[in-house]
């Protein structure tokens, strides 16, 4: 396949290593990477952790040097935002009222935070996902305000929780579930998850939902479904992502639930996505997926950018075991493969009462996901067995 | 070529290992040892995987 150009659309981590990607093949067409923030390409796990903490400057978090931006000879627009395609044209429209045709397409525009209505313009509210919004909320962190609200348990909001409280500011945390990640993770392990909060001095809430945010201007309390009120000077929205795919309406692509592609991550004819924005199905779970992992933007943005370099007779599907960190408290928290409530789970390591273990999940004979709490060594060599499709049975008897 | 670990940044989770387990292993004791500390050029690209995939951006390749 010979193409020109490629332009890449979000300028993230997908979109960064997949014109890396580009290069590292040879390509040596103009690779244009748009993206709609102002910063250059940074790294967004720290934000809720390092960063949010106080103890990393800005300086840390740049995913790619000036040298190497220059070395790979990137042509980086920065600042400008995609607002259309159209597929049968091969022509992108800029904010900046630029038309832009494209040969080969690579769309890596990630996920925005999901908000809780009527919140949208309080002050002292805060959600989480860019740069801009750790930097807010970092300030308000600085003020030392009395009470931190977490709304929602799961990964961004856990680690909010913990380097909040870290800051030795009070917190609490409210979720819907019966159990923080019980979704992923199930109530057993979820409870786990409850448990390291509490031993910190956080204040859960499970089981409830959020029935408004009051303030006049700016948050003064929360008001829980069962009538109870928790006071709060800073609110914390952790309730989710949503693909941000609304400027590819009408282009032809199809759209649901994020980009949808093909197991080889293409999604039109020259057209591929990788990243929090791609939805495709991974053949090694028989499952449709859209991952919202550093990890799979990272691999997911060189398979796709690959994916424009080569024919279709010789494409290769996307068959990755998903993985996952989270960093709470003094917990390292590792997940690979797909879990899901009904698995059967079997701890090989550890145990639940120590907070230190490895939990292995079967489905059908076969080892599907191995989630960690402090036991890195154990993911990986797990995640090693999945990749290589061994059975429950073998997995529970191998010596790691 | 010399692997360079940034102990500092490194948080043990073994993605390096799970990539060139001959290079780098994350023991017991939750610390990652770097196994061969001048790798043959045959292991750059290996090498190169690693440098890319540590999410802490803890190891550098020193010629
Ligand atoms: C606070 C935080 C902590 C995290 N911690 C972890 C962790 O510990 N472990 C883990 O595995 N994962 C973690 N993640 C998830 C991980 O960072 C994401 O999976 C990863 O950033 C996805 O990369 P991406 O490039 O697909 O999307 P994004 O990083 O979302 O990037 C998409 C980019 O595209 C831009 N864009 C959107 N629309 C347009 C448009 N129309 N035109 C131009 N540009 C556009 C966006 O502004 C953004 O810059 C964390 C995420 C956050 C927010
Ligand atoms: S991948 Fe990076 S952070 Fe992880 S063990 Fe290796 S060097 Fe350390």
Redesign the interface.
């Known amino acids: 396949m010979n193409r020109r150009s490629i332009t890449i659309v979000g300028a993230s981590l997908a979109g960064l ?1 997949a014109a ?1 990607s580009l290069r ?1 093949h040879d390509f040596d067409g103009v690779i244009t990477l748009i993206g709609d923030e102002p910063h250059a390409p940074y ?1 967004r ?1 720290p934000l809720s952790k390092q960063y949010l903490a106080g103890e990393w400057g800005e300086d840390r978090l740049a995913l790619t040097g000036p040298e190497k931006l220059a070395e790979y000879g990137l042509e980086l627009r920065l600042g400008t935002r995609a607002t259309g395609f159209d597929l049968s044209r091969r022509r992108l429209t800029l904010d900046d009222g630029e038309d832009v045709d494209v040969d080969g397409l690579l769309i890596a525009t990630g996920a925005r935070c999901r908000r809780l209505p009527g919140t949208e313009d309080m002050d002292g509210v805060f959600v989480l996902r860019g740069l801009d919004d750790s930097s807010a909320l970092r300030s308000a962190l600085d003020a030392g305000p009395g009470r931190v609200v977490v709304v929602g348990g799961g990964f961004i909001g856990a680690e909010v929780a913990s380097t909040a409280r870290e800051r030795g500011l009070e917190v609490s945390v409210i979720e819907a579930l019966p159990q923080p990640l019980a979704r992923v993770l199930g109530e057993e392990i979820g409870a786990v998850c409850a448990e390291v909060h509490r031993a910190h001095g956080v204040d859960v809430h499970t089981g409830v939902g959020v029935e408004a945010v009051d303030g006049d201007g700016r948050v003064e309390r929360v008001r829980l479904r069962d009538g109870r009120v928790i006071e709060a000077d800073v609110v914390v929205v952790g309730i989710g992502v949503v693909p941000n795919t609304e400027w590819l309406e009408g282009s032809g692509l199809e759209i649901d639930d994020g980009v949808v592609c093909d197991a080889t991550c293409l999604a039109g004819p020259g057209v591929t996505a990788a990243g929090d924005v791609a939805r495709w199905p991974n053949r090694r779970f028989d499952e449709v997926m859209r991952v919202e992992h ?2 799979n933007a ?2 997911q943005g060189a398979h796709a950018a690959h994916r424009l370099l080569v024919d279709d007779a010789d494409a290769e599907p996307f068959t990755p075991v998903p993985w996952f ?1 989270s ?1 709470q408290y003094d917990r ?1 928290i ?1 997940l690979a493969g797909r879990i899901r409530p009904d698995d059967e789970m079997r701890i090989v390591t550890g145990s639940l009462d120590e907070r230190r273990f490895a939990a292995l999940y079967g489905r059908a004979g076969r080892l599907v996901g191995v989630l960690g709490f ?1 036991r ?2 154990h ?2 060599r797990y ?2 067995l999945i990749e290589q499709g061994v059975s429950f049975a073998d997995a529970l008897a191998a010596d790691v | 070529m010399k692997i360079v670990v940034d102990y500092d940044l490194c948080e043990s989770n073994a993605i390096c290992m799970a990539i060139a387990p001959d290079l780098f292993e994350v023991r017991d004791d939750d610390f990652l040892y770097v196994l061969v500390e001048e790798p043959g050029e045959d292991r750059r690209s290996a090498l190169e995987e690693c440098v890319q995939r540590c999410p802490k951006q803890a190891i550098s390749i020193a010629e």
Request: aromatic content about 10%; glycine content about 0%; proline content about 10%.
């Open positions: 290593r890396e590292r790294d796990p550093w990890d990272v691999e960190w960093d390292k590792q402090n890195p060594r993911v990986m995640k090693a």
